[in-house]
T-cell receptor
Framework: QKEVEQNSGPLSVPEGAIASLNCTYSDRGSQSFFWYRQYSGKSPELIMF????GDKEDGRFTAQLNKASQYVSLLIRDSQPSDSATYLCAVRPGANSKLTFGKGITLSVRP | GAGVSQTPSNKVTEKGKYVELRCDPISGHTALYWYRQSLGQGPEFLIY????????DSGLPNDRFFAVRPEGSVSTLKIQRTERGDSAVYLCASSWGLTDTQYFGPGTRLTVL
């Protein structure tokens, strides 16, 4: 089993819809969880981070964390064509600084 | 302010050659990270520095890869005897401290012919 799995995708949603991106991780000791957005040919850009169980909202983005289920998700409300990109889930273990990334989910928002 | 910068943006080399990739972190950031990203994959950790010392180099694939950060700022990733499998985008990131957000540079696309 890979350490960080993002198995669903590619994902296509119409403009204005909610996009739901999911990620599971294997290391129960993981402390910090990140969502990065990566446009084609560009470097990853941080969207959200979450440390505690529950929901964290920032504008149109909501990150959800469930440590018992080892599951983290990203919801994008009112999706826009400019949200079309690859979304990378990253996990940081408690005692180490390096990030472990999933392979990413490609989101396409149809006008 | 200025972000993380990486040079060169593209590097094409021949199998067996030596290459150096440079990363200039955000001013004041003490932690610096190197990742490698292959097509269709997420970034893969290589090494990170806290100050001048390599805190974790467990991601370096073999002894052909080496990185330095002699003055605690700019870092150089060095690859000896390059192989075609080394072709990837090499990303550098920096953060204030080891538990802070990592900001990525634009990457260096390495192509080994």
């Amino acid at each position: 089993q890979k350490e960080v799995e993002q198995n669903s995708g590619p994902l296509s949603v119409p403009e204005g819809a909610i996009a739901s991106l999911n990620c599971t991780y294997s290391d129960r000791g993981s402390q910090s969880f990140f969502w990065y957005r990566q446009y084609s040919g560009k470097s990853p850009e941080l969207i959200m981070f979450i440390y505690s169980n529950g929901d964290k909202e920032d504008g149109r983005f909501t990150a959800q964390l469930n440590k018992a289920s080892q599951y983290v998700s990203l919801l994008i409300r009112d999706s826009q064509p400019s949200d079309s990109a690859t979304y990378l889930c990253a996990v940081r273990p408690g005692a180490n600084s390096k990030l472990t990334f999933g392979k990413g989910i490609t989101l396409s928002v149809r006008p | 302010g200025a972000g993380v910068s990486q040079t060169p943006s593209n590097k094409v080399t021949e199998k067996g050659k030596y290459v150096e990739l440079r990363c200039d972190p955000i001013s004041g950031h003490t932690a610096l990270y190197w990742y490698r990203q292959s097509l269709g994959q997420g970034p893969e950790f290589l090494i990170y520095f806290q100050g001048t010392g390599a805190a974790d180099d467990s991601g370096l694939p073999n002894d052909r890869f080496f990185a330095v950060r002699p003055e605690g700022s700019v870092s150089t990733l060095k690859i000896q005897r390059t192989e075609r499998g080394d072709s990837a985008v090499y990303l550098c990131a920096s953060s204030w401290g080891l538990t802070d957000t990592q900001y990525f540079g634009p990457g260096t696309r390495l192509t080994v012919l």
